[in-house]
């Protein structure tokens, strides 16, 4: 799974989002995503080419994957408030069949990116700082 090149880390990608973050990049250049918990598609982190959301004081990095054949890494961003209710998970990205948010480049694939959560162990959490 892709991550953040630092051991322990926050988020990473199963093998079949990685195929879809490198079909994709090869459509829409470099890429980023966002999970904002907002009211739609809650559990599905948005895609964006890089730059085009912009984040903020109000957004926390929880690292730069990177994925085997993409030249740059993929910054992925959380809300703040969202990374207060799960800062004590490791966040895994995935592929699933369905249509999701029209505002995501995966929108047109019939597919969409979802969330799987685990919590942390105490050594991970250690390693990342609490």
């Known amino acids: 799974m892709g991550g953040d090149g630092a051991g322990a880390g926050r988020v990473g990608l199963t093998p079949a989002a990685e195929?879809?973050?490198?079909?994709?990049t090869g459509l829409h250049g470099p890429l980023m995503f966002h999970q904002s918990g907002g009211c739609c598609d809650g559990s599905s982190p948005m895609c964006y080419p890089a730059g085009e959301f912009r984040t903020g004081a109000a957004d926390v990095r929880l690292g730069a994957l990177r994925v085997p054949g993409?030249?740059?890494p993929v910054e992925?961003?959380?809300s703040a408030a969202q990374f207060a209710y799960w800062r004590h998970?490791?966040?895994t990205i995935d592929v699933v069949p369905g249509r999701g948010s029209g505002f995501s480049v995966e929108a047109p694939e019939g597919v969409?990116?979802?969330?799987?959560?685990?919590?942390?162990?105490?050594?991970?959490?250690?390693?990342?700082g609490g």
Request: hydrophobic share 55%; aromatic share 6%; proline share 0%.
């Open 19 to 24: 195929d879809l973050v490198r079909r994709l």
């Open 70 to 72: 993409v030249a740059e």
């Open 76 to 78: 992925v961003w959380m």
């Open 89 to 91: 998970t490791h966040l």
């Open 112 to 128: 969409r990116f979802l969330i799987r959560s685990r919590l942390l162990t105490g050594e991970e959490l250690d390693a990342l």
